[in-house]
């Protein structure tokens, strides 16, 4: 019983943790929005990113789980997916990038998002 007991405590601890925001994966660092930018918003609510970055470029953006309106959401992501990709972190923090029409909320909370990301990479790599 006492086995069984402890197995629960470390599940419990290991799904209460948060994830780290940021974390080397085969030689790129990726920056997880989920926790530092709680505050952005889209239109129905927080719209977390993985930011990849690699010898300082952005590799790739990944759109986690959100709440927001999947026509809309869609639409956004399609629109800026690929935007920053191949800039050097310095390049994409001045990018003025256009966010998709009919889509606003959504496409500047990705546009804050990936600031964000950036701003915490530069701050803890």
């Known amino acids: ?10 599940a419990l601890t ?7 925001a940021m974390v080397k994966e085969n030689g790129a660092y990726v ?4 926790e530092i930018a ?11 990113l993985k930011v990849y970055i690699r010898k300082n470029k ?11 309106t999947p026509k809309y959401w ?13 800039k050097t972190v310095k390049e994409a923090k001045t990018m ?3 966010g998709r029409t009919g889509a606003t909320f ?11 990301a950036l701003e915490y990479y530069e701050k803890n790599k």
């Open 14 to 20: 290991s799904a209460g943790q948060k994830e780290k």
């Open 58 to 68: 952005i590799e790739k953006i990944e759109f986690l789980p959100n709440q927001e």
């Open 96 to 98: 003025e990038v256009d």
């Open 31 to 34: 920056v997880n929005t989920t």
């Open 1 to 10: 019983m006492i086995l069984g007991c402890m197995a629960i405590a470390i």
């Open 106 to 116: 959504s496409s500047d909370a990705v546009k804050a998002n990936v600031k964000r």
């Open 74 to 86: 869609n639409a956004a992501k399609k629109h800026l997916q690929n935007k920053w990709d191949g």
């Open 38 to 48: 709680k505050d952005v918003m889209g239109y129905e609510g927080t719209t977390p």
